[in-house]
């Protein structure tokens, strides 16, 4: 069973438009929710976290927004740029355990 | 800074052999977590280590074993391979409870 559920798959978008990946949870345990970067053959690198007592955070062109009430977050990405192409994945920590979503496939578009 | 560093950098197997994966963390870092991540897929938590102690287990088998050594690095075990073991294993290390740092990975192939 999929802990963290994370939509979509694959998401193509113009050069300086606004990127939004979405994932959602049911484990109310889950104390921390960090977004990550990969690039092909390189592992995942921390992009932006957040805890869930606080709604939004912002990291440069980075955003995630947090719904607590209904189980969900989203990362945002402002201005996409070309070099943004990669696979991001949200998480969830319960315990010492961390919890990864399936992935969503970036390209943006020069 | 070297990062966390892992070796080798690719491994081909064939069934029923076993094989072992290692990890240098992050200068600083004393807690070290494996993942399994299959192609196209998120990385599965295997086990994770802190004092030499394993100190979490997700749902693999007890093929998968692992040991971390007074330097904090450490090493992942996988005995009689099954042609479904064939992913990318990450190593991550921390030295709080929150920020992970991810090595490049060991890509296993078992044939």
């Known amino acids: 069973q999929q802990q963290v559920k994370q939509s979509p798959q694959s998401l193509i978008v113009q050069k300086g438009g606004i990127s939004i990946i979405n994932c959602a949870y049911e484990?109310?345990?889950?104390?921390?929710f960090p977004w990550y970067q990969q690039f092909p053959g390189k592992g995942p690198a921390l992009l932006i976290a957040?805890?869930?007592?606080?709604s939004e955070k912002k990291e440069g062109r980075f955003t995630i927004s947090f719904n607590k009430s209904a189980k969900q977050f989203s990362l945002h990405i402002m201005d996409s740029q070309p070099g943004d192409s990669a696979t991001y994945f949200c998480a969830a920590r319960s315990g010492n355990q961390f919890y990864f979503g399936t992935g969503t496939s970036l390209t943006v578009i020069p | 800074d070297a990062g966390v560093t892992q070796s080798p950098t690719h491994l081909i197997k064939t069934r029923g052999q076993q094989v072992t994966l290692r990890c240098s963390p992050k200068s600083g870092h004393d807690t070290v977590s494996w993942y399994q991540q299959a192609l196209g897929q998120g990385p599965q938590f295997i086990f994770q280590y802190y004092e030499e102690e394993e100190r979490q287990r997700g749902n693999f088998p007890d093929r998968f074993s692992g040991h971390q050594f007074p330097n904090y690095s450490s090493e992942l075990n996988v005995n009689a391979l099954l042609l479904g073991d064939s992913a990318l294993y990450l190593c991550?290390?921390?030295?709080?409870?929150?920020?992970?740092?991810f090595g490049p990975g060991t890509r296993l192939t078992v044939l």
């Open positions: 957040i805890r869930p007592d606080v």
């Open positions: 991550a290390s921390s030295q709080t409870d929150n920020e992970q740092f």
């Open positions: 484990n109310t345990a889950f104390d921390y």
